[in-house]
């Protein structure tokens, strides 16, 4: 087996560790049982809310095993195609000026490959370190029998949700500048079940697959993190004009459930109107509950009003592990190696990374580094009409990470 598994870390500090196969009883998974009454998933508050730029919100808690040696955190890393690698390389980097305690265990994916074998070495390394940080990997579209990597990560380790914070910075010049909305996905039903065929020559039937668990697990997870967070509105985006039957069943749930949390207002907006809205008056939305595929979709257009994809960071999260990205999943092929790609939507990734692994402190200094870069220094890489390059960006978060220090 080719290996394709490189440790960074040093391993002479390593000893051998057990897996256990996926159906195994750990104690994490005996804590989230534990906290079920009658179905439901009761969550506690993880962290603070800090309403500092791209803060830290508060996060129904998750059963995330860590793996931690001699003071330091493991985390898998997959750099991912296009400009992955390199942007992969800047966290790394400023984490290091830091001082962060964070060693990092790298897994290529080959988007070129047919088989899994290499996906299946990345979900070994992030059951093992039970966090990673993923660039984006390529889906090559003229294979039908191709498995998308991004896909088949969510589906295998049971990422059930997506969450997108678009928020207006000052120094990004925008059509709206009073943007505050969380996108809240669920990540792994609908359209991308992956259950299509072609049923005779020429006629391709695809499933929408919507169920009642992962339905209401969303909206429970929803409305918590709107209480924890003092979010006021929660808005279900649907087609249930259309398609009564699966997106009938999501919008029951959400309305369900919204009569636990009297104090949070909730309504609904079919996906159509949705979009357009979000375009033209997005100050009216606070949380936004989304499908798989609508989640994808007003994802990329929050993020395209706040300054586009080089800024924004995406979460995922499962019961037992966690992924952090960019918020928009592009690849960047075309500038690769032209150090012209903007570095702080990674940037932000890694930050969400420390808050989860709960190095709070290195995650603030960090942050406000990109806040110090993006809004008052206004380092901007051509995406957001500056001049600078990639390289510009991270040496002067790192100047002004290392003038906090």
Request: charged share 25%.
């Given at each position: ?127 093992r370190n039970g966090v990673a940080l993923k660039g984006n990997i390529e889906t090559r579209h003229n294979s039908p ?154 994802t990329n257009i929050a993020c395209g009003l706040v300054g586009g994809p080089g800024i924004t960071s995406g979460r ?90």
């Open positions: 087996m080719a290996n394709s598994v490189r440790l960074l870390a040093n391993v002479s500090q390593l000893v051998p560790r057990i897996v256990l196969p996926t159906g195994s009883t750990s104690a994490a998974r005996k804590v989230i049982r534990a906290g079920r009454t009658s179905g439901r998933a009761k969550y506690a508050c993880a962290a603070q809310d800090d309403p500092k730029y791209f803060s830290g919100q508060a996060q129904p808690a998750h059963a995330t095993a860590k793996a931690k040696y001699g003071g330091r955190f493991m985390v898998t890393v997959l750099p991912g195609d296009g400009i992955g690698p390199e942007l992969m390389k800047h966290v790394r980097e400023v984490f290091r000026y830091g001082g962060v305690p964070v060693d990092f265990e790298e897994v290529h994916l080959d988007s070129t490959q047919d088989d899994l074998e290499n996906v299946d070495e990345a979900i070994i390394a992030i059951k029998n191709y498995k998308s990597r991004n896909v088949e990560l969510r589906l295998r380790l049971k990422l059930f949700v997506n969450i997108v914070h678009c928020k207006s910075q000052p120094g990004v010049p925008t059509r709206h500048d009073n943007i505050d909305i969380v996108l809240i996905r669920q990540n792994t039903e609908g359209e991308y079940s992956c259950a299509e065929h072609e049923s005779v020559p020429g006629v391709v039937e695809s499933m929408k697959l919507i169920t009642r668990e992962k339905s209401e697990e969303i909206a429970r997870y929803g409305f918590e993190f709107a209480r924890q967070n003092g979010r006021k509105k929660i808005t279900a985006v649907h087609k249930a004009n259309i398609m009564k039957l699966s997106d009938g069943l999501f919008l029951k749930c959400c309305t369900e459930i919204s009569k636990d949390y009297p104090e949070i207002e909730f309504d609904n907006m079919i996906i159509d109107n949705c979009s357009m809205q979000l375009v033209s008056n997005p100050s009216q939305f606070d949380v936004l509950l989304l499908p798989n595929l609508y989640g994808n979709i007003l995922n999260y499962g019961h037992d592990y966690a992924v952090f990205e960019t918020g928009t999943r592009n690849t960047g092929k075309s500038i690769a190696g032209k150090n012209i790609a903007n570095p702080l939507a990674m940037m932000n990734a890694g930050v969400d990374l420390l808050d989860h692994l709960g190095l709070k402190d290195h995650a603030t200094v960090i942050r406000n580094a990109i806040d110090k870069t993006l809004n008052v220094d206004k380092v901007h890489t051509p995406d957001l009409g500056g001049q600078a390059s990639t390289r510009d960006v991270v040496n002067n978060i790192i100047k002004e990470n290392t003038v906090a220090q």
